[in-house]
Nanobody
């Protein structure tokens, strides 16, 4: 059973960089044809896909966030990380990591989500 767990600071100041880590257990992030995403939900809004990293290390980003987003991985720790730069209060929300086989947009596995608030 694959499980995902997000970790990182719950409060970030405006203009700083938000950094979150997703730890995967019960499976490997290098499993063939698997993709691992970051998805967020702002208060009162729907889910927004931010980007993903594939089993081979290839990265994929939402066009609207590409200039501020970087996703990387540490295969030795079975983790992948989100960095979102120049944050504003509009980046406040619940951040989820998710993943699955076959396609970037397939999410068989979800983390419980972590609240991030951008405020001075």
């Amino acid at each position: 059973q694959v499980q995902l767990q997000e970790s990182g600071p719950g409060l970030v100041k405006p203009s700083q960089t938000l950094s979150l880590t997703c730890t995967v257990s019960g499976g490997s992030i290098t499993t063939n044809n698997h993709y691992w995403s970051w998805i967020r939900q702002a208060p009162g809004k729907g889910l927004e896909w931010m980007g993903a990293i594939g089993y081979s290390g290839s990265t994929y980003y939402s066009p609207s966030l590409k200039s501020r987003t970087a996703i990387s991985r540490d295969t030795s720790k079975n983790q992948f990380t989100l960095q979102l730069s120049s944050v504003t209060p509009e980046d406040t929300g619940v951040y989820h990591c998710a993943g699955g086989p076959g396609a970037v947009a397939r999410y068989d596995y979800w983390g419980q989500g972590t609240q991030v608030t951008v405020s001075s």
